[in-house]
């Protein structure tokens, strides 16, 4: 089997921040977040402050054939296309020369948009007769055909963006949809990264998307007990902070464009980064599985680091998953802790959902996307609300400000409910 260098050529970003890469980079370096307050009435003011965006620009070049194919795409999905859409916008004549079955692609949905009752409630305030004791299926039915978008189920698809993205940019090779939490925009960006390294296509798209700020999620994700209370406002989501209580939610899509390094090179791309080495790993909590285990990311850290031939001095920084929470964060730095007393290192550690919120699939390759941008500015960003980490952890070089670095690699992590947590390490040219 063929084992082939593999690039990133192409990146593209919709979030809370901005409608394209250079602008959500541009909030980060000057330390903006994305998230707002929204007020609602039916919801309590804690649950009202979100990373929600606020424009986003759809490509010129839609064809008509694919254009009445929109309909099916969700909010959600609608900025997934986006961030695709600019990531190949740089190879447009490499895509075309390449055959579309060695085209791969792979899409990573955590997308809640259309959770809820609220397309059909027109229909069922009717049926009912506004008074939800009795319900007439006859008023339904005829209310259903006159109020309610047909679509509204086909839009809750979760591979929807697959499908169109499949005929927008043809490609026909290896992939899949994936519908999950994170780390499923890491896994997406490792299984296109293998499908270039094994030689089963010569370029691939991995995307990552999704919307956690629909008010029933926003209800579900309070009763976990995992959201911030945001007794400090937007300033409220704090990794790795002592008096941490949670985390925010987002919304956004983001895209990274792979191909062989040869191919690269042979085109003349500007090439962004090197993928070094990727990896998977679950950590298991006996008798209870929703439980953040001890350790969460320590044996996916290592072998990654192992995947890749470099040791944690090698990395300029480590963004690390920081969802903000007691447990997952506290479990998160136990894991690093370890591996530094182990290899006797201090490499900074920074925390990036502050920016956007909590964006799901979405959060997992847009921050690896900042990642590059910082390593090319020689820059640690800096850990948005953050004052002062637990006792145990008050030696880790995590900062509310800016930090100077100087290797060209960094390494990624993203878990999720279960302790599955995914890996990358990327250098950046």
Known sequence: MSEREVVITGVGLTSPLGKNTGENWRSVTSMKTGIIHEPKDNLPDYLQYVGKVPEYVLPEDIAPKQVGQMKFLNRSAIFGFCAASEAVSHARETIQNTEPGRRSLYVAAGDFTKIGCNDIYPALKDATGNKWETIDYT???????????????????????????????????????????????????????????????????????GSWINDIVLYELEGLGILSKCRHGSGSFRPFDANRDGFITGEGGAAIFLESYERAKQRGANILGRIRGVSNAIEFTPGNKFSVPEKVCKRSVLSVLQDSDCSVSDLSFIISHGSGTQKGDRSELNSLTDIFNEQKADTPVCGLKPYTGHMGAAS??????????????????????????????????????????????????????????????????
């Open 139 to 209: 008023k339904l039915n005829a209310s259903g055909l006159n109020k309610v978008n047909p679509f509204f189920l086909l839009e809750s698809l979760n591979n929807n963006l697959f499908s169109f993205l499949s005929a927008y940019v043809e490609f026909m090779g290896p992939g899949t949809s994936l519908a999950s939490l994170s780390p499923y925009g890491g896994n997406a960006l490792e299984l296109a990264y293998r499908s270039i390294k094994q030689d089963k296509a010569d370029v691939a798209l991995a995307v990552g998307y």
């Open 364 to 429: 997992d390759i847009t921050e690896v996307i900042f990642g590059i941008h910082a390593v090319k500015e020689k820059t640690v960003p800096a850990t948005l609300n953050f004052h002062s980490a637990e006792k145990s952890f008050s030696e880790l070089k995590i900062s509310s400000a800016p930090q100077q670095c100087d290797n060209n690699s960094f390494l990624s992590i993203s878990y999720g409910v279960g302790g599955q947590s995914s890996t990358v390490v990327v250098e950046v040219f």
